[in-house]
C-alpha cells in the first residue's frame, strides 16, 4: 500500500512501480519495523539488523522503530522520517504472521502519519512472514546446519 497526497484533497493509493522496478530515490526510507521486546537483546537484534540493512543498501536511509514495548516507536520513527527530506517511507513489518498489528494497528499509524504529512508518500510492505522465499530461506539454514552438526555436538 503506498499512500500519497491527492492535489483534490485527501490521499490516495498509487501503483508501486516506481518501488518494485529498483528505481529508489535517493531520499528514501526504509523503516523495519518489529514488536518490540522487554529483552533488551532481542530489541539490539533488530538494530543490528537494521544496521546490517543500511551496510547492504547504501541508497536507502534505514531506521528502526517498534510497535511497543521498546524505543523508538513507529509514530516517533516515520515523524521524524517526515520533517527531514524523506519523500518516500516504505515500512518493512519484521513480523512471522499477519497478526493485529500487521493488519490494523501499522496501516492505522501510517494513515493517520500520511495525513498529516501529505508531502511523504508512505509504502507499507508485506509482513516478513509473506515473503515467497521465506520456506526455502529457512529449509537453506536448516540444510547448513545439519551439514555442519555431528551428533557428538550435543545440543546449542
Not at 516506481?18 to 529508489?24: G, T, V
Not at 521486546?37 to 536507502?60: A, F, G, K, M, Y
Not at 524505543?71 to 513489518?93: F, G, H, K, R, Y
Amino acid at each position: 500500500m503506498i499512500l500519497c497526497e491527492n492535489p483534490k484533497g485527501g490521499t490516495v493509493k498509487i501503483g508501486i512501480s516506481l518501488i518494485e522496478k529498483s528505481m529508489i530515490k535517493p531520499e528514501a526510507t526504509l523503516v523495519v519495523v518489529a514488536h518490540g521486546s522487554r529483552v533488551s537483546t532481542s530489541n539490539q537484534e533488530v538494530l543490528e539488523l537494521t544496521c546490517s540493512i543500511s551496510e547492504t543498501s547504501p541508497r536507502l536511509k534505514v531506521f528502526a522503530a517498534f510497535m511497543e514495548l521498546a524505543e523508538p516507536s513507529l509514530v516517533e520513527v516515520l515523524e521524524d522520517c517526515a520533517m527531514q527530506t524523506t519523500e518516500i517511507v516504505i515500512v518493512l513489518p519484521l513480523f512471522i504472521s499477519a497478526g493485529r498489528h500487521v493488519t490494523n494497528d501499522l496501516p492505522a499509524v501510517i494513515r493517520k502519519t500520511a495525513a498529516r504529512y501529505p508531502h511523504v508518500c508512505y509504502k507499507l510492505m508485506p509482513h516478513f512472514g509473506a515473503n515467497p522465499n521465506l520456506p526455502k530461506m529457512l529449509i537453506n539454514q536448516v540444510m547448513k546446519d545439519i551439514e555442519t552438526t555431528s551428533v557428538h555436538d550435543g545440543v546449542s
